[in-house]
């Protein structure tokens, strides 16, 4: 009889400890958003015992807070079946099952953003053939199956970075030809194969920075349109190939020695190399619709202004941090395009403003921090009309040797003056500048 009660007891506990894991959460409107609040389904049994309601009439955006949710429960989107929007972020998620979006026929934009997703298995997102926005971005996945994305034939942005990719699947984009913008930042990928991108017709945008490529050939982007922008920076890339319909290149933090530009009347228009071990600027190609070039913290020792010739719209070029103790000019006619030079944290001890003749509209000369113990600045406003700012700080000038430049520069227009703060330990501002 005792045993009989005993197992009449545990069972009946069972039930109960059942019944409470079914639980039905309802979310709450705030601006035609349904937001659903600590949501708890730890375990995958849990999943088939939870229901979910709203007030909303037909809500369009689903979005989850504070909640726990091991993999997304596919009756979501049975119950609300006229999602365009799901926001499951920072929600501890694991896995993406073959079914759970298999009811988000309507669905266009899902953030998954933050949670703890390993794999994507293949046909994760079979069901939902209008998502045009995914993102993955700041998950643990580290395998990509190769048909994950089939079906996915309206996807325009793809956000996979901040995860722990050392490779993609050789068709991984294959069924994507309407995708625009691709970003891989933050991996680990050592490779990416010479045709991975190909059959993206409409790719715009791609940014494979922070991961360690020692190979990446962008010839795969050679098209008769134009691709925005590429961003390979932080890398380990040695040489770069630049397709003529690119319009900017992002490929700092590299170990590149050699450019190359393919195709003729190439389109960039904006090209960053900074840090990297180029010696001149003659290394890089002709490039007539280049506007910013920046080859900052290279291993350039000598410069000559005739090198902006081949860069017929050049407004801004960068030289700062390089090793460069003397500048030349052996231009015969004036370039009149050339407005900002940044030659900071160089290794320049005298400088004559002369050397500038040729290039008369420039708006900004930035000569901070080299070893200039003597600039010659003559008749700096007749020479330079449009110059409005001249960089001196973090330089060596002696108090007793600089009066004649002081004489120059108080007549002149253009902005040039220093504070006390920045000034070094030994120095004193004397007339804006710092001496010693």
């Known amino acids: 009889m005792v ?22 959460y309802k979310c709450v ?122 079906g996915l034939t309206e996807l325009k942005i793809l956000s996979l970075g901040n995860n722990r990719l050392a490779t993609l699947p050789s068709r991984m984009f294959n069924a994507l030809s309407s995708l625009e913008v691709v970003e891989l930042q933050n991996n680990l990928l050592s490779k990416i194969n010479d045709d991975m991108f190909t059959s993206c017709t409409s790719l715009i945008t791609l940014n ?62 904006f090209l960053r190399l900074s840090h990297n071990k180029l010696t001149s600027v003659d290394q890089i190609p002709s490039l007539n619709k280049l506007i910013t070039l920046d080859m900052s913290y290279n291993q350039l020792q000598d410069f000559d202004f005739n090198s902006v010739t081949k860069f017929k719209n050049l407004i801004l070029l960068k030289l700062d941090g390089n090793q460069l103790s003397t500048i030349s000019n052996t231009l015969t006619s004036d370039v009149t395009y050339l407005k900002y030079v940044h030659l900071a944290h160089n290794r320049l001890t005298h400088l004559d403003m002369d050397v500038l003749r040729t290039v008369p509209r420039i708006i900004k000369l930035d000569l901070g921090y080299n070893k200039l113990t003597e600039l010659t600045a003559k008749r700096l406003s007749d020479k330079f009309p449009v110059l409005v700012r001249l960089v001196l700080d973090g330089n060596d000038f002696r ?36 001496c010693s």
């Open 3 to 24: 045993a009989t009660k005993s197992v009449a007891f545990l069972l009946c506990l069972l039930y109960m400890i059942k019944l409470s894991t079914a639980r039905d």
């Open 29 to 150: 409107q705030e601006e035609n958003h349904c937001i659903f609040r600590d949501v708890q389904l730890k375990s995958t049994d849990s999943l088939t015992k939870t229901t979910f309601s709203s007030d909303v009439n037909s809500p369009k955006v689903l979005k989850f807070e504070s909640s726990s949710i091991v993999q997304l429960p596919p009756a979501i989107f049975q119950k609300f079946p006229n999602i365009e929007v799901l926001d499951a972020s920072f929600c501890g998620l694991k896995n993406l099952q073959s079914d759970s979006f298999s009811d988000a026929r309507n669905i266009r934009e899902v953030n998954l953003t933050g949670n703890k997703i390993a794999i994507l298995r293949n046909f994760a997102f079979d069901g939902a053939p209008k998502i045009s926005n995914l993102d993955l971005t700041q998950n643990d996945i580290s395998e990509i199956q190769e048909n994950v994305f089939d």
């Open 208 to 269: 494979v920075s922070h991961n360690a490529l020692q190979k990446f050939d962008l010839r795969q982007f050679l098209r008769d349109w134009s691709v925005d922008a590429i961003d390979v920076s932080f890398n380990r890339l040695k040489t770069i190939r630049i397709p003529k319909n690119l319009r900017k290149l992002v490929a700092s933090n590299n170990q590149i020695r050699s450019v190359e530009a393919i195709g003729k009347d190439p389109a960039l228009i």
């Open 399 to 434: 108090c007793e040797q600089s009066a004649e430049l002081m004489k120059d520069l108080k007549y002149a227009s253009t902005e040039y003056k220093s504070t006390s703060n920045q000034c070094k330990v030994e120095q004193r501002l004397v007339n804006g500048i710092c």
